[in-house]
Every structure is written in structure tokens, then in C-alpha cells.
């Protein structure tokens, strides 16, 4: 029995030792260091409109229906889009929910665009993704979809392509650890003429705008 | 990704595996040696000691095989109880600035039990379930807890193979407190930093608010004022319009978190689309770095079980036994997710984007074959893509890993001491094919060790099939499923193999927690996780007792060679025919079955 309860004691105590390691000093630290190097990234990558509202975080995406604007992927993230209920469709391949839906997808997409029915789509721009919040489409699915933007903004197909260049994110070496993607939020708002990138244009200071501990007191927690 | 960067990429992949396994196996030999010796030591030494007298423990005494498995109970069940109880008392605690409710009691049993035994099955989804001491305190504590107990097991049986004529194997609480003090917490301090560098985020914020760009008309439910769906005559929904003006972006402590959820093969995510989110999975090159994370530590281990042994060379043949059954479990997957769903490319799909449903742009079909191959060989489980929506033979791969015991490479630990049953088991069939008595190591390996390595293994799989079966005839477990035909039967296996397995992945369809509040699949997978983990730590510590008593005889001309080919195909082959006749039948009637009707165009 002695054994017992000397055992019991070292697991509570080492519980409580590891717990303030791990779970309070730790991500403290982190946090810290990261607010300090980091500070855009660590608070989400938001990006701001011209009034300083946020519109969005770079990394998530956006639904986008107007023909003037580029389509983010399908989304089954709760009613689409919805970055509190990351998830996909989890439909198996033989599965009639799946065939009716990326069937749908298909026709919708050549419709939007004005394709002909031997056009072959892209497979991303009619699957959902596996987060509902994919901030890419790859570079074949904006081809298509460049022209109808360009001629919705009376834009030079050039002045759409290169907006296009300009969002994609590229892996290191060109295909290390994943592969090239155009950043739909990105381009949107490029294309609004809203530049989106905070360090140039914003007003405020990044690591003072969103004071963590102070907000957390707003809320009452 | 055309096929040659897919080919360069597995190949770099590989090369720097190998190229970590010697300086992390000398860290990872340091650690385990409480006499060792690291640059660390002027900083952590003090910290150390002082941790040892607060738990009022002399470091140099050592324990017994049985003593070490007691301590490994006492300290799982106290964590485990902790957990449950944080989590049940989770609206009352602070932190928990999206106000969010307690869990309700068995899905807080099964969640506790789950990331007690480092398997990380999530039956619900964090970013709506948990709060941020939830996440920090209930359950990121685990990862680092259960990655340590999975090492200090390793550690206890490597000792028992390496000592001879000594009853002791280790102190557990020194092996715990040395592997997190010298290195869990220092690496996840380095990997958690470059993790926001790439985008991923640290804050204690509560969730922000975005006025999107363009408004969107979606479809919802209607509900009544009691919150209940309406229905029309016809029994179908009622569907209204409703305007989305905002999008409310998830926040919180990720990146520490997510740190050790990798290194340690966790697994369990932050947010329920777990490594697919581009907050917890932001760029390729994070992509790259947390498929290497995974695999770091179980490669580096089997470099200390040579350093330990004192024979190197089998320490490397064990790697290169595991990296013969990574690399083909990863081509399989490629092949099948590139040649992509016959049924969809028949509807105007270009062929060659593959089978891109419940994948991510930025991962592309190479990389998400690579991670959903490299998460199940070891008992990882997180997902940068859905399971559930891979091809048949795609997602045999992953479902096969998890079945074969996840000993290729393995979870932190337990993927080395998951090999070494086998490995025992294998010399136990090399010397009855030959008619010597086996030995392993110098140790002659006799009826107790061959009683407890099966054992092991027959409770894996009875745990496996047998919940499966229990589901598939309840009309609970059928209520869960998501998909129909053989890939219902898919979706039910793949979750009891992948909690058995301490994996955690999912075929994510599998409601495992319905509204409806049905306890069944939370408790059946929850005991799941507990046989899984201590029905293998108790053998292989009995086996790692049994093994440091026995006396050491040197090697003659009879000895098997536990080096070279020869033995990585006596490895290989044991384990390939376990598991295959172990699950053969079951996988005919699901996923192979499923891959036959697929290509006859039979839908469900």
C-alpha cells in the first residue's frame, strides 16, 4: 500500500510540474517570442480594408460568387466558408452525394466561364477541399477564370495574368512539400485596387493593434 | 507536381531522414542515459535535480519491469483524470473567451482517454468545443506526457535487450522528466517559432471578426424558435436564404501546440480540419517540416537501440526494413490518388489534376499521399487531407499502416517497441524453420517472451475486428456513418484501428459523437485507445524484464544474424503476414471490394 500512495503523490506532483512547463510556461514563452518576431502571422495574417476594418485573413478563404471576382474552391465548411467549422465533404469516391454535386460543379463552372462541354476543368475548381478554408486554387483553374474577370472589369487579359502572378505562393524549390497555388483573397482584393499588404499601408502598429491580455479582459473571461 | 518532383521530393525526404537519424539518435542516446551528458546540462542540470527532490525521488534507483509499469498506470491515470475533469468543468474555468459549454461526459471520457494514450482521436471539433485552457491544459499537456511515457517504454525495453543478468530496466521518473527537460520542450521551442514564421498563430485573443469583401446568399435549415429544423409535409427540411456579411476567423495558442502534436505523434488537431487548416498547416514548406517531425524521433530511436546493443548494424537494419515498407506504402498511395476517381474524371474532370476532393491546393496530390502514408506508419494521425474521400486502394494504405501495428517508424517510442515484439516474434519463426532455439541479441528468446509478443498481438487485433463488428450489427453504429456500401464498412474499421492503433486519424464522415447524444462509439473507442496502448505496454515490458534476466551467450556459427537483407525480409515478412492474414477478410469486404465497384461505375 506505501508503494501505492508514493506513487499516487510523485503523479500528482509531476502532473502539476508538467503542467506549468508545458502548458503555462511554455506556450507563454511562444507567445511572447512570437509577438515579437512574428507579429502579423502569429495574429492570424488579417488583412485590413482601407477603413482599418478586417476583411479577412490571408491564409482562409472567402466565398466569392460575382462573375467580376476569381471563385475560391467549393467549401464545406458549415454553410461554406465558415472558418469556425473547418471540414470536407468526407464522401467516398463510390458515393451518388458526390458524383450529383462535382456533376453540378462541372456544369456550373463551364456555364460561369463560358467553356465548351470538351473543355476538361480543373479538378480543384469543382472538388471541396479538405479544410472548406482553401486559400488557393491552383494556376490552371484562374486561367480559365481570368477571362471572365478581365471582361467584367474591362481589365487587359495581361493586366489579369499578371495580377494572377503576383498572388500565387510558390514552395521552396518550386515543389518542396506541396505545390504552387493563387491566393483567391489576394487577388480579389488586388484586383479592387485594396492593396492588402498591412506593412506597407497600414496605419497602425501590428503589435500593438490587437494587446491580447486587454481584450480578453473586454470580454469578461 | 509532375512525376519527377514527386520522385525528388520522396527522395529528399528520405535522405534527410536518414541524415537526422545519427546526431538525434546521440541526442536521443544522452537523454535515456541519466548519467548522459548534453550541451544543455549547465542550464537544465539544476532544474533537474530540483524536480527530483520535489517528487521525492533518488534518480539513481532503479526499477523493476513490473514496478516501471506501475508507475506508467498510476501517472496515465491520474493525467487522465485530470483531463476529464478540466474538460468537464470547462464553462466554469477561464480562458475561454468564445464562452464556449462543459463537454459533456463521454465525449470528455473518450477525449481523456484518447490523448492519455497518444492517440488523439477527436470525436468532436476544437475550434467549437474547446477553450483555450482546454486546448493548452487538457489536452496539448498530453502530447507532451504521452510522447514521453511512449519513449520511456522504448528506452525500458532497449535496456532489457542490452543489459543481461540484471532484474531492473530503469527509473520511469527519470526517463519522463530527462525527455521532456533535454528534448521535448527544447525542440518544440525551435519547431513551435518556425511554425508562426510560416503563418501559423500564438495569441490569447479571442476569434476575430472579418466584414468579407463580398456578401454571400447561402442556404440554411429554418428552425423554429425552439431550434428545431422544420419540416415540411413531405418530411423534408424547409430551407431558407440567409445573407453571410462576416467571417469569424479562429484564434488562439496554435503554434505551441501544434509543435509537440507533431513531434510527439500526436496528432490531434487545433482545429477539426487538423493539418488541412492553412492556420495549422499554412505552407509547403510547414508541410515538409511536420511530415519530417513526425517520423524524427521513432527514426532516431532505432539508432540508440544500436548504440544501446552495442551493434549498430542492426540498428540500421531495422531502419532499413521500416523505410522498405514506407517507401512502398507511399508509392501505392500516389499511384491510386493520382490516377484519381474514374467516376469523376468521367464528368469533364481533367484527368490529370488526380483525385483532389478533400485535398488542399497547396499540398497538391503527391504531398498529401506522402503525409496520409508517413501519419499512419507512425501512430501520427494527424491529416493534411481527408481520408475518407481517397480512393479505395488510396486509402487502404493508410488504413493498412495503422493495422500492421504502426511500426514503421511508429509513434514516438511505441513504433520501437511495437517492432521489436515482432522482431522477437520473427527470430522465434527463423528458429523453428531452422530447428535452433532463437536467440535475439545473445538472449535466448524462450516461451515466456514468445507467450507475451503474441499476446500483444493477438489483443490488437481482436480490438480491431471485434468493436468493428460490434458497430457494424448495432443500429448505432450504422447511425454514424457518412458514406454507404463497402465504404460504411471502411469508415467503422478504419476508426477502431486507428484508435486501437493509438493513430487518431479518421475516414472523418464516422459521426462518432451525434447529436442525439448516443454514448456508443465515444466509450467502444475510448476502451479502444486504453487496450490498444496498455495492452501493449504491459507485454513489452514484461518482455523487456524477462530479456535483461537472462544470461548473456556469445554468438556461434548457429546464431541467426539479426543484420543485412536476409533479416529485413524475415522481418518484413513476418509482419506483412500477420497482418494480412489477420486482416485480409475484412479488408476484401471493404476497401478492395469498394475499388472492384468503383471501376464498374456501382454508386451508393
Same mark, same amino acid.
Given at each position: 500500500?506505501?508503494?501505492?500512495?508514493?506513487?499516487?503523490?510523485?503523479?500528482?506532483?509531476?502532473?502539476?510540474?508538467?503542467?506549468?512547463?508545458?502548458?503555462? /510556461?511554455?506556450?507563454?514563452?511562444?507567445?511572447?517570442?512570437?509577438?515579437?518576431?512574428?507579429?502579423?502571422?502569429?495574429?492570424?495574417?488579417?488583412?485590413?480594408?482601407?477603413?482599418?476594418?478586417?476583411?479577412?485573413?490571408?491564409?482562409?478563404?472567402?466565398?466569392?460568387?460575382?462573375?467580376?471576382?476569381?471563385?475560391?474552391?467549393?467549401?464545406?465548411?458549415?454553410?461554406?466558408?465558415?472558418?469556425?467549422?473547418?471540414?470536407?465533404?468526407?464522401?467516398?469516391?463510390?458515393?451518388?452525394?458526390?458524383?450529383?454535386?462535382?456533376?453540378?460543379?462541372?456544369?456550373?463552372?463551364?456555364?460561369?466561364?463560358?467553356?465548351?462541354?470538351?473543355?476538361?476543368?480543373?479538378?480543384?475548381?469543382?472538388?471541396?477541399?479538405?479544410?472548406?478554408?482553401?486559400?488557393?486554387?491552383?494556376?490552371?483553374?484562374?486561367?480559365?477564370?481570368?477571362?471572365?474577370?478581365?471582361?467584367?472589369?474591362?481589365?487587359?487579359?495581361?493586366?489579369?495574368?499578371?495580377?494572377?502572378?503576383?498572388?500565387?505562393?510558390?514552395?521552396?524549390?518550386?515543389?518542396?512539400?506541396?505545390?504552387?497555388?493563387?491566393?483567391?483573397?489576394?487577388?480579389?482584393?488586388?484586383?479592387?485596387?485594396?492593396?492588402?499588404?498591412?506593412?506597407?499601408?497600414?496605419?497602425?502598429?501590428?503589435?500593438?493593434?490587437? /494587446?491580447?491580455?486587454?481584450?480578453?479582459?473586454?470580454?469578461?473571461? | 507536381?509532375?512525376?519527377?518532383?514527386?520522385?525528388?521530393?520522396?527522395?529528399?525526404?528520405?535522405?534527410?531522414? =536518414?541524415?537526422?537519424?545519427?546526431?538525434?539518435?546521440?541526442?536521443?542516446?544522452?537523454?535515456?542515459?541519466?548519467?548522459?551528458?548534453?550541451?544543455?546540462?549547465?542550464?537544465?542540470?539544476?532544474?533537474?535535480?530540483?524536480?527530483?527532490?520535489?517528487?521525492?525521488?533518488?534518480?539513481?534507483?532503479?526499477?523493476? =519491469?513490473? !514496478?516501471? &509499469?506501475?508507475?506508467?498506470?498510476?501517472? %496515465?491515470?491520474?493525467?487522465?483524470?485530470?483531463?476529464?475533469?478540466?474538460?468537464?468543468?470547462? &464553462?466554469?474555468?477561464?480562458?475561454? *473567451?468564445?464562452?464556449?459549454?462543459?463537454?459533456?461526459?463521454?465525449?470528455?471520457?473518450?477525449?481523456?482517454? %484518447?490523448?492519455?494514450?497518444?492517440?488523439?482521436?477527436?470525436?468532436?471539433?476544437?475550434?467549437?468545443?474547446? !477553450?483555450?485552457?482546454?486546448?493548452?491544459?487538457?489536452?496539448?499537456?498530453?502530447?507532451?506526457?504521452?510522447?514521453?511515457?511512449?519513449?520511456?517504454?522504448?528506452?525500458?525495453?532497449?535496456?532489457?535487450?542490452?543489459?543481461?543478468?540484471?532484474?531492473?530496466?530503469?527509473?520511469?521518473?527519470?526517463?519522463?522528466?530527462?525527455?521532456?527537460?533535454?528534448?521535448?520542450?527544447?525542440?518544440?521551442?525551435?519547431?513551435?517559432?518556425?511554425?508562426?514564421?510560416?503563418?501559423?498563430?500564438?495569441?490569447?485573443?479571442?476569434?476575430?471578426?472579418?466584414?468579407?469583401?463580398?456578401? $454571400?446568399?447561402?442556404?440554411?435549415?429554418?428552425?423554429?424558435?425552439?431550434?428545431?429544423?422544420?419540416?415540411?409535409?413531405?418530411?423534408?427540411?424547409?430551407?431558407?436564404? $440567409?445573407?453571410?456579411?462576416?467571417?469569424?476567423?479562429?484564434?488562439?495558442?496554435?503554434?505551441?501546440?501544434?509543435?509537440?502534436?507533431?513531434?510527439?505523434?500526436?496528432?490531434?488537431?487545433?482545429?477539426?480540419?487538423?493539418?488541412?487548416? *492553412?492556420?495549422?498547416?499554412?505552407?509547403?514548406? %510547414?508541410?515538409?517540416?511536420?511530415?519530417?517531425?513526425?517520423?524524427?524521433?521513432?527514426?532516431?530511436?532505432?539508432?540508440?537501440?544500436?548504440?544501446?546493443?552495442?551493434?549498430?548494424?542492426?540498428?540500421?537494419?531495422?531502419?532499413?526494413?521500416?523505410?522498405?515498407?514506407?517507401?512502398?506504402?507511399?508509392?501505392?498511395? =500516389? =499511384?491510386?490518388?493520382?490516377?484519381?476517381?474514374?467516376?469523376?474524371?468521367?464528368?469533364?474532370?481533367?484527368?490529370?489534376?488526380?483525385?483532389?476532393?478533400?485535398?488542399?491546393?497547396?499540398?497538391?496530390?503527391?504531398?498529401?499521399?506522402?503525409?496520409?502514408?508517413?501519419?499512419?506508419?507512425?501512430?501520427?494521425?494527424?491529416?493534411?487531407?481527408?481520408?475518407?474521400?481517397?480512393? *479505395?486502394?488510396?486509402?487502404?494504405?493508410?488504413?493498412?499502416?495503422? $493495422?500492421?501495428?504502426?511500426?514503421?517508424?511508429?509513434?514516438?517510442? &511505441?513504433?520501437?517497441?511495437?517492432?521489436?515484439?515482432?522482431?522477437?516474434?520473427?527470430?522465434?519463426?527463423?528458429?523453428?524453420?531452422?530447428?535452433?532455439?532463437?536467440?535475439?541479441?545473445?538472449?535466448?528468446?524462450?516461451?515466456?517472451?514468445?507467450?507475451?509478443?503474441?499476446?500483444?498481438?493477438?489483443?490488437? &487485433?481482436?480490438?480491431?475486428?471485434?468493436?468493428?463488428?460490434?458497430?457494424?450489427?448495432?443500429?448505432?453504429?450504422?447511425?454514424?456513418?457518412?458514406?454507404?456500401?463497402?465504404?460504411?464498412?471502411?469508415?467503422?474499421?478504419?476508426?477502431?484501428?486507428?484508435?486501437?492503433?493509438?493513430?487518431?486519424?479518421?475516414?472523418?464522415?464516422?459521426?462518432?459523437?451525434?447529436?442525439?447524444?448516443?454514448?456508443?462509439?465515444?466509450?467502444?473507442?475510448?476502451?479502444?485507445?486504453?487496450?490498444?496502448?496498455?495492452?501493449?505496454?504491459?507485454?513489452?515490458?514484461?518482455?523487456?524484464?524477462?530479456?535483461?534476466?537472462?544470461?548473456?551467450?556469445?554468438?556461434?556459427?548457429?546464431?541467426?544474424?539479426?543484420?543485412?537483407?536476409?533479416?529485413?525480409?524475415?522481418?518484413?515478412?513476418?509482419?506483412?503476414?500477420?497482418?494480412?492474414?489477420?486482416?485480409?477478410?475484412?479488408?476484401?469486404?471493404?476497401?478492395?471490394?469498394?475499388?472492384?465497384?468503383?471501376?464498374?461505375?456501382?454508386?451508393?
Amino acid at each position: 500500500m506505501s508503494t501505492f500512495f508514493r506513487e499516487l503523490r510523485i503523479s500528482i506532483v509531476a502532473t502539476v510540474i508538467f503542467a506549468l512547463l508545458c502548458s503555462g /510556461v511554455y506556450p507563454v514563452v511562444i507567445w511572447g517570442l512570437s509577438q515579437i518576431l512574428f507579429p502579423r502571422l502569429a495574429n492570424g495574417s488579417l488583412v485590413e480594408g482601407n477603413d482599418l476594418t478586417i476583411v479577412g485573413s490571408d491564409l482562409i478563404a472567402q466565398g466569392f460568387s460575382g462573375a467580376k471576382y476569381f471563385h475560391p474552391r467549393p467549401s464545406d465548411a458549415g454553410t461554406g466558408y465558415d472558418a469556425t467549422n473547418s471540414g470536407a465533404s468526407n464522401l467516398g469516391p463510390t458515393s451518388q452525394k458526390l458524383i450529383d454535386t462535382v456533376k453540378q460543379n462541372v456544369a456550373d463552372y463551364r456555364r460561369e466561364n463560358g467553356l465548351a462541354d470538351n473543355v476538361p476543368v480543373p479538378a480543384d475548381a469543382v472538388t471541396a477541399s479538405a479544410s472548406g478554408l482553401d486559400p488557393h486554387i491552383s494556376p490552371e483553374n484562374a486561367r480559365l477564370q481570368a477571362a471572365r474577370v478581365a471582361r467584367e472589369r474591362h481589365l487587359s487579359p495581361d493586366a489579369v495574368n499578371a495580377a494572377i502572378q503576383r498572388a500565387t505562393d510558390r514552395p521552396l524549390f518550386g515543389f518542396l512539400g506541396g505545390q504552387p497555388g493563387v491566393n483567391v483573397l489576394r487577388l480579389n482584393l488586388a484586383l479592387d485596387g485594396m492593396t492588402e499588404h498591412p506593412q506597407t499601408t497600414r496605419k497602425r502598429n501590428p503589435s500593438t493593434d490587437y /494587446v491580447d491580455y486587454t481584450d480578453l479582459k473586454a470580454s469578461g473571461s | 507536381m509532375n512525376n519527377a518532383q514527386g520522385w525528388l521530393e520522396l527522395i529528399i525526404y528520405t535522405v534527410v531522414l =536518414w541524415a537526422v537519424t545519427k546526431p538525434l539518435g546521440l541526442w536521443v542516446t544522452a537523454v535515456l542515459d541519466p548519467n548522459g551528458k548534453t550541451f544543455l546540462d549547465p542550464a537544465v542540470r539544476p532544474l533537474e535535480r530540483l524536480t527530483y527532490r520535489i517528487f521525492g525521488i533518488r534518480p539513481e534507483k532503479e526499477q523493476g =519491469w513490473l !514496478s516501471y &509499469a506501475f508507475s506508467i498506470l498510476m501517472f %496515465s491515470a491520474v493525467t487522465m483524470l485530470f483531463t476529464y475533469a478540466l474538460l468537464r468543468l470547462q &464553462a466554469a474555468l477561464p480562458l475561454n *473567451p468564445q464562452k464556449l459549454p462543459a463537454v459533456a461526459d463521454h465525449l470528455a471520457f473518450n477525449t481523456a482517454a %484518447s490523448f492519455t494514450t497518444n492517440t488523439n482521436w477527436q470525436s468532436y471539433a476544437g475550434e467549437s468545443t474547446m !477553450s483555450y485552457l482546454s486546448q493548452m491544459l487538457a489536452l496539448a499537456l498530453h502530447n507532451f506526457l504521452s510522447a514521453a511515457v511512449g519513449i520511456a517504454v522504448a528506452a525500458a525495453i532497449v535496456r532489457g535487450i542490452a543489459r543481461h543478468t540484471v532484474a531492473t530496466v530503469g527509473n520511469f521518473w527519470v526517463d519522463l522528466v530527462r525527455i521532456h527537460y533535454y528534448l521535448l520542450i527544447p525542440i518544440c521551442v525551435v519547431y513551435a517559432l518556425f511554425l508562426v514564421s510560416q503563418g501559423m498563430v500564438q495569441n490569447f485573443k479571442p476569434y476575430d471578426t472579418a466584414k468579407v469583401i463580398e456578401p $454571400q446568399k447561402v442556404q440554411v435549415q429554418k428552425k423554429d424558435d425552439a431550434g428545431n429544423p422544420v419540416k415540411d409535409a413531405q418530411g423534408n427540411p424547409v430551407m431558407e436564404e $440567409q445573407t453571410v456579411d462576416s467571417q469569424t476567423i479562429v484564434e488562439g495558442p496554435m503554434a505551441s501546440q501544434i509543435a509537440i502534436k507533431m513531434l510527439g505523434t500526436n496528432g490531434g488537431g487545433y482545429t477539426n480540419a487538423n493539418a488541412a487548416h *492553412p492556420f495549422e498547416n499554412p505552407t509547403p514548406l %510547414s508541410n515538409f517540416v511536420q511530415m519530417l517531425s513526425i517520423f524524427a524521433i521513432p527514426s532516431a530511436l532505432t539508432y540508440y537501440l544500436g548504440r544501446a546493443t552495442r551493434n549498430q548494424r542492426h540498428g540500421w537494419t531495422v531502419w532499413a526494413a521500416m523505410t522498405i515498407m514506407f517507401l512502398a506504402g507511399v508509392l501505392v498511395c =500516389w =499511384w491510386a490518388e493520382a490516377a484519381g476517381n474514374p467516376l469523376l474524371n468521367g464528368l469533364g474532370i481533367d484527368p490529370a489534376g488526380g483525385n483532389m476532393e478533400g485535398k488542399e491546393v497547396r499540398f497538391g496530390i503527391f504531398d498529401s499521399a506522402l503525409f496520409a502514408t508517413i501519419t499512419t506508419d507512425a501512430s501520427c494521425g494527424a491529416v493534411n487531407a481527408m481520408h475518407d474521400s481517397f480512393t *479505395p486502394l488510396g486509402g487502404l494504405v493508410p488504413m493498412v499502416n495503422i $493495422q500492421l501495428g504502426e511500426l514503421i517508424f511508429g509513434g514516438v517510442g &511505441a513504433g520501437l517497441y511495437d517492432m521489436l515484439v515482432f522482431i522477437v516474434l520473427a527470430v522465434f519463426i527463423a528458429g523453428l524453420m531452422v530447428g535452433r532455439t532463437p536467440e535475439y541479441l545473445g538472449k535466448k528468446i524462450e516461451a515466456y517472451d514468445v507467450k507475451m509478443a503474441t499476446f500483444a498481438i493477438l489483443l490488437m &487485433a481482436f480490438s480491431m475486428l471485434g468493436f468493428s463488428a460490434y458497430a457494424c450489427v448495432t443500429p448505432w453504429g450504422q447511425a454514424g456513418l457518412n458514406n454507404n456500401g463497402p465504404h460504411g464498412l471502411s469508415e467503422i474499421l478504419y476508426a477502431y484501428s486507428s484508435c486501437t492503433g493509438n493513430n487518431g486519424s479518421a475516414f472523418a464522415g464516422l459521426t462518432a459523437a451525434p447529436a442525439n447524444g448516443d454514448p456508443h462509439y465515444d466509450i467502444t473507442l475510448g476502451l479502444a485507445t486504453l487496450i490498444g496502448r496498455f495492452g501493449m505496454i504491459i507485454p513489452a515490458l514484461a518482455l523487456a524484464g524477462s530479456l535483461g534476466r537472462k544470461k548473456l551467450i556469445p554468438a556461434g556459427p548457429g546464431t541467426f544474424p539479426v543484420t543485412g537483407p536476409l533479416f529485413v525480409v524475415l522481418v518484413i515478412g513476418t509482419i506483412v503476414l500477420v497482418g494480412a492474414l489477420t486482416f485480409f477478410p475484412a479488408l476484401s469486404l471493404a476497401p478492395i471490394l469498394e475499388h472492384f465497384l468503383m471501376h464498374s461505375g456501382k454508386l451508393f
